[in-house]
């Protein structure tokens, strides 16, 4: 089993500094810097152009997850708004907001959606690992009780976590992103890879899931399945659909 290990803060002198915060803005600014890293290195964007979509992309995904939160599954689950929520509802809205918010950055400076994509799907893995440290550190999303060699030991009894689950499954999708960029892709199909693995990823960590979330919140279900599942599964069809389309190679960069 896996050692159960807390870290909420850390003092540095008089600061004290909330780990999970921490983390996750790491992770965006993570995601921003390997965007602009990877539009630089195959010169598909000039100057302001790649620091603007990260920022629109990230933007986007700040406002999904605040919305979903904050007014979406209040509203379906009769609460009083709250920062939390159902984490298959939070995932969708986010995605489809930050994805949103990307093509339409790109459009604007003639970037193909394709290439755009891509991008966000290099930058993805990285920013990943990083930001779902903190849920792991501070253990925010308990699983139903386990013996399995995933499991963790909490101090109430060996469960799963679906944040160290996630987490271990991230380094693999991350290893064969870092291996197959080098190959220059045509457009679209490290999308399509990454939308695969990761959907199926989350996909097998929802199999661990509870009745609740960490503050005793019923989990938002459609029949037999969470609706984070049904979000993993339309990332894995959205993925199969990428690589699914006429090749299309990576073009010279948009004119300023």
Do not use: K, N
């Not at 290195?41 to 700040?62: D, S």
């Not at 907001?97 to 093509?103: D, E, G, I, Q």
């Not at 693995?197 to 509870?210: C, D, K, N, P």
Request: aromatic content about 6%; hydrophobic content about 55%.
């Amino acid at each position: 089993m896996i050692p159960y290990i807390e870290l909420r803060t850390v003092r540095l002198g008089p600061v004290e500094i909330h780990v999970f915060g921490a983390l996750l803005l790491l992770g965006m600014i993570v995601f921003h810097v390997a965007f602009v890293r990877r539009a630089r290195a195959l010169g598909l964007l000039r100057g302001w152009q790649a620091e603007g979509i990260a920022l629109a992309t990230l933007a986007g995904g700040i406002v999904g997850t605040v919305a979903s939160s904050r007014l979406l599954f209040p509203m379906l689950v009769g609460t009083a708004p709250r920062l939390a929520g159902d984490a298959g509802l939070s995932s969708l809205a986010t995605a489809l907001v930050a994805t949103t918010s990307l093509l339409t950055a790109a459009s604007v400076v003639g970037l193909p959606w394709r290439s755009a994509l891509d991008l966000a799907a290099s930058a993805l893995p990285r920013s990943w690992v990083v930001a779902r440290l903190g849920c792991v550190l501070v253990h925010d999303h308990p699983g139903r009780e386990s013996t399995s060699m995933l499991a963790v030991r909490f101090p109430e009894g060996p469960r799963f976590d679906l944040a160290v689950t996630e987490w271990l499954g991230v380094l693999p999708l991350l290893a064969l992103v870092m291996l197959l960029e080098p190959r220059r892709l045509a457009r679209g199909r490290l999308a399509g890879i990454v939308a695969i693995g990761s959907g199926a990823l989350r996909f097998l960590v929802e199999l661990q899931r509870g009745a609740s979330d960490a503050e005793g919140w019923p989990e938002l279900r459609a029949g037999p399945f969470t609706i984070g599942q049904l979000v993993c599964v339309g990332a894995v069809l959205g993925g199969v659909a990428l690589l699914a389309l006429p090749e299309s190679r990576h073009g010279p960069p948009p004119a300023t």
